[in-house]
């Protein structure tokens, strides 16, 4: 028998304490969580928001595990290839649709992943914004196995009063329950759409004179005007998603393409960021409900907004 076949008394002790320490994280059960741990998968969610909303359930869909990332940040830095188990976008809808820089992120994105879900938040009418995000992400070679949606607080400025919305109960955490559920499960799902609900988004477009490639795109120097009102806090210039707001010394300017997410307007902390009419009276008219309430979601902090969205990366 040669010599190196036989055990050193150093391997031996080594051996011994593996068993030693295997036997003892089986009997505690440690061995079922350590191989829970490695069996985890790895969740990306990806999210849009304006006035925290979205970031809120993107939160909470992600616990404490996910990678949280924001749009805007990836647009900005050119990020668009990605992989993971599970792959989740959180946006909200506009005019039923997606908004104009998640559609460009989709487009460009490569998200791969076993499943991908997608949950838009909406205010009061979804109408068919599940299917306008299949045939969107399909297109792109993103399909998602599941899409479902969340109903929260409006943040539609020209026919919402803020102050109104924040008391209806919309059963969020109870819907999100479900939703959670389903993503957990990896439910392949699509939230159902009625042909009542295709009718009215139509009726919509016609009345709007939206683009339906573009949805809302708007100029912000066009829709926003900054009044004296403003202390330069700088607020503006770290939530816009588009770095649209600039302290000058001749005061705050704003100006580029615009998502019109509302971002800047609900939170301005002197309400001096303001709708611009539009001068042939063309949707968006510039009114709105109530300019003396503005919102922010309840469990999302300005400090959160600004991390989220700010451009000056
Ligand atoms: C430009 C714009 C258009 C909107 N269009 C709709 C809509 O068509 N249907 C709806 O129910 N809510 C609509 N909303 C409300 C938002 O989708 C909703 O409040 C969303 O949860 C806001 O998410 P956020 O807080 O993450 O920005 C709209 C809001 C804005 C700013
Ligand atoms: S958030 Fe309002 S007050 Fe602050 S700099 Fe912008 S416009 Fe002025
Ligand atoms: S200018 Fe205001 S509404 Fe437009 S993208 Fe920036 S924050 Fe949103």
């Known amino acids: 028998m040669s010599t190196d076949k036989k055990i050193s008394r150093r391997n031996a002790l080594k051996r011994m304490g593996t068993v030693v320490v295997s036997s003892v994280i089986a009997s505690s059960g440690m061995f079922s969580l350590a191989s829970c741990e490695a069996k985890r998968n790895k969740r990306i969610i990806f999210y849009f928001t304006g006035t925290g909303n979205c970031l809120y359930i993107a939160r909470q869909l992600a616990g404490e595990n996910a990678e949280l990332l924001s749009i805007p940040q990836m647009v900005k830095r050119g990020k668009y290839d990605f992989e993971a188990d599970e ?31 997608a949950v838009l938040t909406y205010g009061a009418r979804k109408c068919d914004s599940v299917e306008i995000w299949d045939r969107i992400s399909r297109k792109a070679g993103n399909a998602f ?31 999100l329950q479900k939703i959670m559920a389903d993503i957990n ?118 400090m959160d907004l600004k991390l989220a969205n700010n451009q000056k990366l």
């Not at 946006?91 to 994105?109: D, E, N, S």
């Not at 196995?145 to 607080?153: A, F, L, N, P, Q």
């Open 87 to 117: 792959i989740g976008l959180v946006y909200p809808i506009y005019g039923h649709m997606p908004l104009y820089m998640v559609r460009q992120f989709i487009q460009k994105a490569k998200l791969s992943a076993k499943y991908k879900f």
């Open 145 to 175: 196995d599941y899409i479902g949606t969340i109903v929260m607080v409006d943040n539609w400025l020209p026919n919402f009063d803020m102050n109104e919305q924040i008391k209806i109960d919309k059963h969020i955490p109870e819907n």
């Open 185 to 302: 499960q990896q439910k392949h799902w699509h939230e159902p759409v009625t042909e009542e609900e295709r009718q009215q988004h139509q009726g919509f477009m016609q009345r709007s004179g939206l683009d339906p490639e573009v949805g809302f795109l708007m100029k912000s120097e066009k829709c926003f005007t900054v009044t004296d009102a403003c202390i330069d806090c700088g607020i503006c210039t770290y939530v816009c998603p588009r770095g649209n707001y600039e302290l000058t010394s001749r005061g705050v300017k704003t100006s580029g393409d615009c998502e019109f997410c509302f971002a800047c307007i609900q939170n301005c902390p002197q309400k001096a960021i303001q709708f611009r009419k539009s001068e042939d009276g063309s949707f968006p008219d510039g009114t709105e409900k109530n300019p003396n309430a503005r919102y922010r979601n309840e469990h999302i902090s300005l």
